[in-house]
């Protein structure tokens, strides 16, 4: 080991426990794995020193927690956050400190803080080349499900102008209350106007009560099988596909990483995954981009010589580091990630690639070249999907 390394403190800020427990677990178990892996090296000059918070997913904890981990260790970096509401709450703390939050979630943009490294995707790299994919081979005719936050808002309003923009149309758009799993009113609507895809922006148990309802009536009625009406969604991990068992089978998904992507970088991830990684967990790319992150950070700590923000952050800009799931670099304009889209299908055995973009792209988090001045261009879909080739 490397004498007299360095020890900087970060903030590893998950909610391992509420209504979105399975996200906020996977995303602490990747910053974990990650820090002990770096803290495990002969060769590095720094080590990692973690101080953990869980602010049980309720909002309202953010903020106070981010101010504590500033107040006890001093740390200038904070990995953390899956949902926007969490983000946004945690903002106000970064620009009182000098502080930096490392966001490894998909959100659905419309924003670019420069306290803030965006390691997931946004709507140009998960919403727009999702429809590009499923409008062509499933109809023209969605309905849209989210849970009752900026998540589920934005990222339906998105896809609402680009369907409504290729001419198709919305037969619904509902939301239900994070954590609420009363949906049966909505499974009742979607019977009654026979949509040809369902958007899903739900997440924790409302997204399994929807996906465990919707199975049961395609079992009921074939016509909605999932392989003629089947549920795309954003946002589902590998380990809520081990939990849904059969009840998820058949819905797409897109993500930058999955755990059956076939390249020489993931085995080895995973290899290190099963070595380092604090607990048993299914590893989705809510593992993969927080244990990036990590890796991303100490190479900006490394290369700046100083755990100073916006010394780390102009380290990075132009740099590209190996991920998981491909090559990493940092937009310098926006912070975000520049990712490649992948689509997936659930199986019984897990999500099994259909699509890969086999190019990254530059994330555009306001669609400003995405979209016309007023709605998503018609054209957005076909452009999206001239950067997928399909598998199967």
């Avoid at 998960?126 to 989210?146: E, K, Q, S, T």
């Avoid at 680009?162 to 149309?169: N, P």
């Avoid at 992948?342 to 690639?353: M, N």
Wanted: aromatic fraction near 8%; charge should be negative; charged fraction near 15%.
């Amino acid at each position: 080991m490397a004498p007299n390394r360095q020890s900087v403190p970060v903030g590893v800020m998950f909610s391992t426990t509420g209504p979105y427990a399975a996200l906020g677990l996977e995303g602490q178990a990747g910053a974990l794995t990650a820090i002990t892996e770096i803290n495990a090296s002969e060769t590095l000059d720094i080590r990692l020193d973690a101080h953990l918070r869980d602010p049980h997913g309720a909002t309202e904890n953010y903020a106070p927690l981010a101010a504590d981990i500033v107040a006890a260790s001093g740390a200038r970096h904070i990995l953390g956050c899956t949902t926007s509401w969490s983000r946004k709450e945690v903002i106000p703390v970064l620009e009182k400190s000098a502080r930096m939050l490392w966001y490894s979630c998909p959100y659905e943009g419309f924003e670019a803080h420069e306290q803030v490294i965006y390691l997931g995707a946004c709507p140009n790299q998960h919403i727009l080349p999702l429809l590009a994919f499923a409008l062509p081979r499933f109809g023209d005719n969605g309905y849209l499900v989210g849970s009752n936050y900026i998540w589920g808002w934005e990222t339906s309003r998105i896809a609402r102008d680009v369907i409504e923009a290729g001419g198709g149309t919305v037969a619904g758009e509902r939301y239900v209350p994070l954590g609420d799993t009363d949906i049966d009113r909505i499974i009742d609507e979607i019977r009654t106007k026979r949509p040809t895809f369902i958007v899903n922006t739900l997440i924790g148990p409302s997204a399994y009560a929807f996906l465990s309802a919707y199975q049961a009536l395609g079992a009921a009625d074939p016509a909605f099988s999932q392989d003629l009406r089947p549920v795309l969604s954003c946002n589902f991990a590998e380990s809520e596909l081990a939990h849904m068992g059969a009840a998820a089978v058949g819905q797409y998904a897109i993500s930058p990483y999955f755990q059956s992507l076939p390249t020489v970088e993931n085995q080895r991830f995973l290899a290190v995954a099963r070595r380092f990684s604090p607990q048993s967990i299914n590893i989705s790319a809510f593992f993969a981009q927080a244990y990036a992150a990590v890796h991303l950070l100490v190479n900006g700590l490394i290369m700046a010589g100083t755990d100073e923000i916006g010394a780390v952050r102009s380290a990075l800009h132009g740099q590209s580091v190996t991920a998981p799931f491909g090559p990493l670099e940092i937009d310098r304009a926006t912070n975000h990630a520049v990712l490649t889209p992948r689509i997936a299908r659930a199986t019984a055995q897990g999500f099994e690639i259909v699509a890969d973009s086999g190019l990254a792209l530059r994330p555009d988090p306001y669609l400003a070249w995405s979209s016309s001045a007023a709605s998503i261009e018609a054209n957005s879909v076909s452009t999206a999907a001239s950067h997928l080739r399909v598998i199967k």
